[in-house]
C-alpha cells in the first residue's frame, strides 16, 4: 500500500466539525482511500472509503482532492465517542500481493474536550 | 447488526506454552484475518485467508504460528511456543471479499506471556 502521512494529533470542542486531513501523493490509480478509527481498547472500526468523488455516510464524510494526492474526514459534529486514534489507509483494487491486508500507520489521535 | 467475536478476551501463559485464539467471524463473510497490536505501538498484519487456506502473511507469521478454520464458523489462531514478545492485542477481522471492500474486526483476545 502506498505511503499515507497524518498529524499525530487533534483536538475538537464537542458538538464542533472536525476536519482529518491525510496526505498521499504517491497514490495511484487503483487505490481507495479508506478511513478506519480505533477507539480505546477496542478493535479497529471501519469509517468510510472512496475513490475519486466525495463520501457521505452515517458516520462521517470524506472529501477527496481532485488531484487525489490528499483528503480529508469529517466528522460533522464532534462527540465524545469520536475520541479515537483514525487512520487514513490506501488500499489497491488490484487483486495482487498486498491487496489483503490492511497497512496501519500512527495514525491521528482525536481528543474531544467537552 | 453482525459482529465479529473473540474467545477469549484476556489469556495469560507461560512463556514456551502453546495458545490457541478463537474467533467467530461474520457468517457470509469469506475472508478472515488475524493482526496484533503490541502495547503502545502500530496494528500489525499476521495473516489473511481464504478458501481454507492461507493467502497471504506477513513477516511476523512465522513458523511458530499457525491458523485454522477448523468447522464453518471459528477461526483460529494458534501460537507454538509462545515467547515474552508475542504478549499484545490480537483482531481478528473478516471482510464479504479482499480488495477495497471494508474488514470487519473483533473487539481482541489480550495475550500476556509470562
Known amino acids: 500500500d502506498a505511503k499515507t502521512t497524518q498529524p499525530n494529533s487533534m483536538e475538537s470542542n464537542e458538538e464542533e466539525p472536525v476536519h482529518l486531513p491525510c496526505n498521499h501523493s504517491?497514490?495511484?490509480?487503483?487505490?481507495?482511500i479508506h478511513w478506519y478509527r480505533q477507539l480505546p481498547s477496542q478493535g479497529p472500526e471501519y469509517v468510510i472509503h472512496g475513490l475519486t468523488s466525495n463520501v457521505n455516510n452515517r458516520m462521517a464524510s470524506l472529501a477527496i482532492a481532485e488531484d487525489r494526492k490528499s483528503s480529508t474526514l469529517i466528522l460533522h459534529r464532534a462527540t465524545l465517542r469520536d475520541a479515537a486514534v483514525y487512520y487514513c489507509?490506501?488500499?489497491?483494487?488490484?487483486?495482487?500481493?498486498?491487496?489483503?491486508?490492511?497497512?496501519f500507520g500512527k495514525g491521528t489521535k482525536l481528543s474531544v474536550i467537552p | 447488526e453482525p459482529e465479529v467475536t473473540q474467545t477469549p478476551s484476556h489469556q495469560v501463559t507461560q512463556m514456551g506454552q502453546e495458545v490457541i485464539l478463537r474467533c467467530v467471524p461474520i457468517?457470509?463473510?469469506?475472508?478472515f484475518y488475524w493482526y496484533r497490536q503490541i502495547l503502545g505501538q502500530k496494528v500489525e498484519f499476521l495473516v489473511s485467508f481464504y478458501n481454507n487456506e492461507i493467502s497471504e502473511k506477513s513477516e511476523i507469521f512465522d513458523d511458530q504460528f499457525s491458523v485454522e478454520r477448523p468447522d464453518g464458523s471459528n477461526f483460529t489462531l494458534k501460537i507454538r511456543s509462545t515467547k515474552l514478545e508475542d504478549s499484545a492485542m490480537y483482531f481478528c477481522?473478516?471482510?464479504?471479499?479482499?480488495?477495497?471492500?471494508?474488514?470487519?474486526f473483533g473487539p481482541g483476545t489480550r495475550l500476556t506471556v509470562l
Open positions: 504517491t497514490i495511484s490509480g487503483t487505490d481507495y
Open positions: 477481522a473478516s471482510s464479504e471479499s479482499s480488495g477495497y471492500n471494508e474488514q470487519f
Open positions: 489507509i490506501l488500499r489497491s483494487t488490484y487483486s495482487g500481493a498486498g491487496s489483503y491486508q490492511l497497512t
Open positions: 457468517s457470509n463473510h469469506l475472508y
